[in-house]
């Protein structure tokens, strides 16, 4: 029985130069903003002044703020679908002939009761 092979092949995918600078960019990005936490963090205590560190702290600001979602534009698609739901259960209800007509109706209320969910959770998100 062959022995395993436990050195690369030739046709094995190696790092590129470029694959190496990637790496090592991503983890001096994660080093100076471990740096940056410990130095005290977004309340502007920290000592470092440098562009660099301006720069990342300006990174690192943006991307906690665009997490959050923090204009009512967010907020209008799940009302809007909502009022849609609801006042298709009515029609379907009242305007329709089909005899499966309640279960219809049932279904679009529980669709605008899940989509009101949505649209009060946004709005709760909004408010803080």
């Known amino acids: 029985m062959p022995k395993a092979r436990t050195h690369q092949t030739t046709m094995a995918r190696r790092n590129t130069g470029r694959q190496a600078q990637k790496r090592t960019s991503k983890a001096n990005r994660n080093a100076q ?31 906690a703020h665009s997490a959050r979602n923090s204009n009512p534009q967010g907020l209008m698609m799940p009302v809007l679908v909502a009022l849609v739901c609801f006042g298709m259960a009515v029609a379907l209800a009242f305007f329709s002939t089909d005899p499966n007509r309640y279960l219809f109706s049932g279904l679009a209320i529980l669709m605008g009761c899940m989509w009101s969910y949505m649209a009060w959770a946004r709005l709760r998100r909004l408010r803080r």
């Not at 005290?40 to 000592?47: C, H, P």
Request: glycine share 12%.
């Open 33 to 63: 903003v471990y740096a940056y936490q410990k130095e005290g963090g977004r309340n502007g205590e920290g000592a470092t002044t440098t562009p660099e560190a301006t720069q990342n702290r300006t990174r690192i600001n943006a991307s």
